[in-house]
């Protein structure tokens, strides 16, 4: 089962009660429900990671020795445990245990594909499966690919999927869930404005009899949008729309005030009136925070204030970072995931909050938040090269941001996710200034387009960086280019343009290409 819907029209809201309903229903049935979560962080596997850790009931922490990896992992996935482990985070990819897969395109996340899709199955046939994936547009191939294999119609099995995603879901996917044994697609829409008036009256609790013309305005104001009625409504409550009268104790709602709201309701407007309700220090706490991401660790933000007092910045950031915490939770702004871990409610709410940063100001957060990830060496490396890609990028520091974007763009590429190495090579792009890093970001960039199989994309990307590798004297490089774009014509079946492209990568060799080259 599909559910799409746009942002705020509750898919989040129905995931949660789908679960009760089904443990109501089916207490038979063993339950999985998880979430993606958006991979700002670089690490890619999150998603999979998670499935396979359900699946296989493991830690997080690896074995301590290889043989004993291979003894957990094998009896449940064969063979294909290098890959599962790599996955898990337990071993890396250069690792020996990988093989030949290693090199061969495809490969690792094939076969962590197939143990995810039959780990599945295998779980459906001992115990009835129902599995609840909500923010699916965030999910890695790897692990959607997993589900459309374990639900395949020849399986036959007690399994039911339920997936809960943007749009933007099918639109990259276009085949999605056609062999499933049985699929339906439902799309969300706005609340019908009888039930928007409901919600808004019960969110403005505990006022009663509220007029209908009030509850027409804000449902009006707010498009029948689930996650704008919540958030206005909210909102209104901290500025003191709700009354007590003295005399006889009731709520009372000022509608006068109502009317006063714009015709659209904009987030920009939610966020002045939630860092209205605030006392300036905590303010300019929660303007940090949002600048960190849509989810932090407590020592990141530790860290950061201690680089803007080492700038001479931290007078604007009196609270204790945990008390600050605390409170924007107690406020409904931040969710804590852990005791060390927090993130937005609303990933809206917080791109708003970072827009009411002056520009200058939002410069100055960027740079301590770049120097701090520059010095940690405690988080692993893809998460700290995916921050401080991102926080060089907006702090104006291109050199930084090339760098660890290709960071992020190579080690991707190892592990055979070529939509995100392709997704950090252009990120890269936009930051690189010298002729070397665009020759290897747009050759980087044309392999991976290759192996996702945008051919034409990755023939203008190569061509690009021939012509720069032409520029720049790099004879090897542009050797290695045209085969790079030989094998592509291969593809499009032009085997005369590639044989054409071959013959002339030999004519730049002249008999002093390596064996590697030769071989090629």
Known sequence: VTVLGEPGIGKTRLA???LCALRGALPHARMLAFRAYEPQSG?????????????LTVAANPPHKRANIEKRLAPHVGPAWPAVALSLGWIGPN???????????GALRLATMRA???????????????????????????????????SLAEARLPLWICVLARPELVASRTMWSERAGHAMVHQLAALDRGSTRQLVARLLAPAENLPAAALEAIAERCGDS??????????????????????TGAWLLETDRIAALPAIPHMELLVERELRAFVPALSAHLRLVAILGREFELSELRGVLERLEAAGLSDQFPL???????QLERAGILRKRSNKRAEFRNPLFRDAIVDTIPLAARRDLHRAACAFYSDDTEMPASERSARLAYHAGQAGLDEVAVASYLALATAHHARHRYLEAEAMYTRALAHAGTTS??????RGRGVARQRNGRYRDAIDDLEQ????????GDQLGEIEILLDLATILDWLASFRQSQALVDEAQGLARGGESKLLRAR
């Open 16 to 18: 949660g009660a789908l």
């Open 43 to 55: 690490d890619g596997d999150a998603t999979i990671r998670r499935l396979l850790r359900s699946l």
């Open 95 to 105: 690792d020996a245990a990988l093989g030949a897969r290693k090199d061969a395109p």
């Open 116 to 150: 995810a899709g039959t780990l599945i199955r295998r779980a459906a046939a001992e115990q009835p499966l129902c599995m609840i994936l909500d923010d699916a547009h965030y999910a890695d191939p790897t692990t959607l690919d997993a589900l459309e294999l374990a």
């Open 226 to 247: 689930p996650m704008l009625v919540h958030e206005l409504t909210r909102a209104l409550k901290l500025d003191g729309i709700l009354q007590r009268d003295p005399a």
């Open 320 to 326: 204790d970072p945990a008390v600050a915490i605390d």
């Open 437 to 442: 890093d665009r020759l290897n970001i747009l």
């Open 465 to 472: 960086a021939r012509a720069l590798a032409r520029d720049c």
